[in-house]
C-alpha cells in the first residue's frame, strides 16, 4: 500500500495536542551541522588530530565517523575501551525488553508493527503483566524497558503509567521506548516509577524521513526529534538516542545522533546520557529488510566515535545483533547489553507468545548465558546501577 505525496500531511507541521519547545533551538544546530557535513573531506590528518586530544567535540567526532577514519579502527578501539573502563570501570549491566502492545497508528514502511502489516495483535492486561514481568524478575534481573506499538488508543498514557507502577514491584530501573509524548505526560510517567525514556529518531534526514513514515502522529519529524527533551523537562532522569542504522546515510545518522545527544547534555548538564546502535532487521512480511552499507565493522566504528567523543554516556548493543559481535563489543565500547530478549507479546510467563515480533532477533541467549559469557571476558554482569535512598 503507498499513500500518494500529494495526499500525503506536511511531516514538518505538528498535529493537534503535540506540544512545540518554543524556546528551542536542538533541532535546528543538528539539522545545519547536517547540511554542512562532507565527510570526504576529512583526511587521515583529521583523523589522528581527533585521536590525539583529550576532550573531543563535534569536529572530532565528524572525522572519526567518516571513511579516512576506518584504518584507524583499532586505534579507535584501544582508546574507546580505556575510556570505557575509565569510566564504567569492568561493569556490565544487563536488562531485558517487555513488549505489552503491539498495536500501532503508524505507517512506517520498514516495521513489523506498522498498522498496515497483517500480524496477530495484541495487548497485556494486568494480569497478563504481572505473569510476563515475575517470569522476567526470576532470572535475576532488575531493569526492565517497557516498550508498545505507537498507539494512544490502545497503549494510552495511563496504561503505560499502570504498566510502570506494577514493574517497580519487580525492577529496579525502569525504562520506556514507546511513541514520543509531552512533558506533563513524561512527568505522570515518572511519577509512575518511570527512569529513563529512548527514543530511536530512525533517520535525521527530513526528506528520508518523510518517504518512510506515510501516516500517523511518527509522521511528524519536529516532535519525535524533541521527545528526548520533553522527558527531560518532565522530570525523567536519563534519555536515550539512537538513529536505526541503515536507513539512510549511517556516517550523517550517526553525527546527527551524536549531536543531538550533545546538545542536550550542554542544556541538561544533569542527565544521564545514552546511546543505542540499532540496525535494520527483517521484519515479518518483509525478510528482504537489512541495514544498506552497514556492515559490523562500520558499526563498531559509530560505537567506538561515539565512546571516544562521550566517554561518560552509557550504550547499549541490543539482540539485533549476533552474539558473537556483541561480546565484543562489551567493555570496548557498549556498557549495556539485553538477555532473554523476546520483541513478541505475552512470550516470558507462559511461553504462549499472543502477538507477533516487532523484528527478528539475532541473538536467543537467556539470562545466565549472557552473564557467562560477560565472565568469560573478565568483565562483571551487573543487574542495576543506581540505588534510591
Known sequence: MDIPKGKRTSHMEYMEGMEVLADSHVMDEILQTLATYDYDSCTAAHVRRALDKDNRGPEELKALLSPAAEPFLEEMAQKAHAETRKHFGNSVYLFTPLYISNYCENYC???GFNRHNRIRRAKLD??????????????????ILILTGESRKMSDVTYIGE?????????????VEVYPMNSDEYAYLHSCGVDYVTVFQETYNSDKY???????????????????????????????FAALLGLDDFRKDALATGMHAYLLQRKY???EISFSCPRLRPIINNDKIN??????????????AYRLFMPFAG?????????????????????????GVSTGIGSYG????????????????????????????????????????
Open 315 to 339: 550504550m547499549t548493543i541490543s539482540t539485533r545483533e549476533r552474539a558473537d559481535f556483541r561480546d565484543h563489543v562489551i567493555g570496548l565500547a557498549a556498557t549495556k547489553i539485553s538477555a
Open 126 to 143: 494486568a494480569a497478563g503483566m504481572e505473569r510476563e514481568m515475575a517470569a522476567i524478575a526470576k532470572t535475576g534481573l532488575e531493569e
Open 163 to 175: 504498566a510502570c507502577k506494577l514493574a517497580r514491584k519487580y525492577f529496579k530501573m525502569i525504562g
Open 291 to 304: 541495514p544498506r552499507d552497514v556492515h559490523e565493522r562500520q558499526l563498531l566504528q559509530v560505537m567506538t
Open 210 to 240: 518523510e518517504t518512510l513514515h506515510l501516516a500517523g502522529r511518527k509522521r511528524v519529524f519536529p516532535y519525535r526529534l524533541n521527545a528526548q527533551e520533553r522527558a527531560l523537562k518532565g522530570g525523567m532522569r536519563g534519555v536515550a
Open 269 to 271: 548538564p544533569h542527565a
Open 109 to 111: 514502511i520498514y516495521c
Open 350 to 389: 507462559d511461553k504462549s507468545e499472543q502477538g507477533d515480533d516487532q523484528f527478528e532477533i539475532a541473538d536467543n541467549r537467556n539470562v545466565e548465558e549472557v552473564a557467562a559469557a560477560i565472565r568469560a571476558r573478565g568483565l562483571q554482569p551487573v543487574m542495576n546501577d543506581y540505588v534510591y535512598v
